[in-house]
Each structure stands twice: as C-alpha cells, then as structure tokens.
C-alpha cells in the first residue's frame, strides 16, 4: 500500500491550495479515505473523510464551508480542496486509510505534505 501527497506550499490567509493523494496496492474503491492534519506541537487531527463509494463526507468543524474531499476511482486519487485558508490551517497534510488484510485492519498513511498559511 501507497499514498503519496502532494500540492502542498506556502499561501497567503484567503488563498487556496489542492493537494493530492495518489494511491496503490490496495483496492481503492473499496475504501473510505481521510485527510489529516498535524501542526507543531499538536497531535494528527482528521480534517475530512470520505466514503468509498464517495457519496457521504465528513468534516472538522474548523474546516467546514472550506474545505472540500472527493476522489477519482480511475486515478486511484483522492483530493482536498482547500479555499479561504488561514494561519491556523498551518499543517503538514497527510491522508490515510484502514485496509482489510486477512483478518486484520490495518492503518496506513502518506509522508505528509506541508502547507504553510502567512502573510
């Protein structure tokens, strides 16, 4: 299994970012997908969920209104399109899944990209 990040960099407050999470070795339709964030200091948080079939989502309070996933079965992709950023957004983004291997669930995530929001 993987992911691979990318998209990310360094915006202004009110800008825009989408990043992009290329995926392998697993059967990506069959799988809902998240995106995280983690800022310094300050423990991995879910930012946006999707589900496998991509008809339901979830979001952070913080990002709702913002922040949009969704996801491309024939690219095996998954996007965050983020829009009126702020500082607070500040984070290195990483997005994840939980694969059924045998009997067992098992994690995985990207290495992260950095998105940096400043003036």
């Known amino acids: 299994v993987q992911l691979v990040e990318s998209g990310g960099g360094l915006v202004q407050p009110g800008g825009s970012l989408r990043l992009s999470c290329a995926t392998s070795?697993?059967?990506?339709?069959?799988?809902?997908m998240t995106w995280y964030r983690q800022a310094p200091g300050k423990e991995r948080e879910p930012v946006a969920t999707i589900s496998h079939g991509g008809s339901s989502t979830n979001y952070a309070d913080s990002v709702k209104g913002r922040f949009t996933i969704s996801r491309d079965t024939a690219k095996n992709t998954v996007y965050l399109q983020m829009n009126s950023l702020k500082p607070d957004d500040t984070a290195v983004y990483y997005c994840g899944t939980v694969v059924l291997q045998g009997s067992d669930w098992t994690p995985y995530w990207g290495q992260g990209t950095q998105v940096t929001v400043t003036s």
């Open positions: 070795g697993f059967t990506f339709s069959n799988y809902a």
